[in-house]
């Protein structure tokens, strides 16, 4: 077909391959969620229809795009990984990171009211997108270990700074300044020691955050079949599905990847 001489635009386009053989990890972060959860009045510090419509809009990321095989969130951010070896547009980090942020914003307004209920959204929210490919399992751990680790540091600062507000009267400024230079063991003492609160005993899915893996389910249902020379019968038929299952538990020690070998490739 004969090309018009407008054509030669297309060599300004740049080339966004991602290297072969790496992980590559797509992280998405509310845009001012400071402001959306204030306006939309989040509970402090940790809102579960929140952090459910975040899981909801994951999972729906993961059942339409193709290859994501763990992705983590915790606040208003999630990160989604695809296997090494996937050619999914063939590795074009823009495609992937636009598909996976669009996907996911859609989703969460599609999903709003399933927990809100009629509490409206104000305005549209999004979210901004980030590609960074980890080339062996040690540093894809690493990373999603990172992820964890700041999901248990802000949790803890935030859990204490409202319980000292909420529960022990003080304005924000003074939480704050209690706060100031404290250790994560000091942390656990005020609400321990002047709260009779036992961090560890905290809800799971907020110390922990959500991270979503494909999981294999036997599933038999039954099938009304019709063979030669037979009756029509109800036969039994089994088949195996796959589906996202949640977990709010530590993926930073080895007990995680062992129990679900499945969901990363070994090392070369
Ligand atoms: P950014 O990401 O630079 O556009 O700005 P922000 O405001 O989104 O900042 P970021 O992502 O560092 O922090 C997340 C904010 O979202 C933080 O201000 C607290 C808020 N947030 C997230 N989850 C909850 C929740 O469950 N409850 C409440 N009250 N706030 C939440
Ligand atoms: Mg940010
Ligand atoms: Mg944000
Ligand atoms: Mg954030
Ligand atoms: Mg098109």
């Known amino acids: 077909m004969a090309k018009s001489k407008f054509e030669y635009v297309r060599s300004f386009e740049t080339d966004d391959t991602c290297l072969k053989n790496c992980y590559i990890v797509v992280r998405l972060d509310g845009r001012n969620f400071h402001r959306f959860a204030e306006q939309h009045q989040f509970k402090k510090p940790n809102d579960d229809r929140a952090l459910g419509l975040m899981s909801r809009s994951a999972r729906s990321v993961m059942e339409e795009l193709e290859d994501i095989i763990i992705s983590y969130g915790q606040s208003d951010e999630f990160s989604f990984v695809f296997k090494r070896s996937s050619n999914w547009f063939k590795r074009r980090a823009s495609k992937l990171m636009t598909h996976v942020a669009s996907q996911f914003s859609s989703s969460y307004v599609f999903y709003?009211?399933?927990?809100?209920?009629?509490?409206?959204l104000l305005y549209p929210p999004s979210f901004d997108g980030r590609v960074v490919l980890y080339p062996t399992n040690r540093n894809l751990r690493d990373y999603l270990s990172w992820r964890q680790a700041d999901c248990h540091i802000n949790n803890l600062y935030n859990t204490v700074f409202w319980t000292l507000v909420q529960k022990g009267g003080l304005t924000t400024t003074q939480a704050e300044d209690r706060l100031k230079g404290t250790l994560a063991s000091d942390k656990n003492e005020i609400l321990f020691s002047e709260f009779n609160i036992n961090y560890n005993n905290e809800p799971v899915l907020h110390r922990k955050g959500t991270a979503l893996i494909w999981e294999k389910r036997e599933e038999t249902v039954s099938k009304r079949m019709k063979l030669p020379n037979e009756e029509e019968k109800e036969v039994p038929v089994?088949?195996?599905?796959r589906r996202v299952e949640a977990f709010h538990c530590d993926i930073i020690g080895e007990q995680f990847w062992e129990e679900h070998p499945d969901v990363l490739e070994d090392d070369a």
């Open 238 to 241: 089994t088949r195996s599905r």
């Open 112 to 120: 709003w009211k399933e927990f809100f209920g009629e509490q409206p």
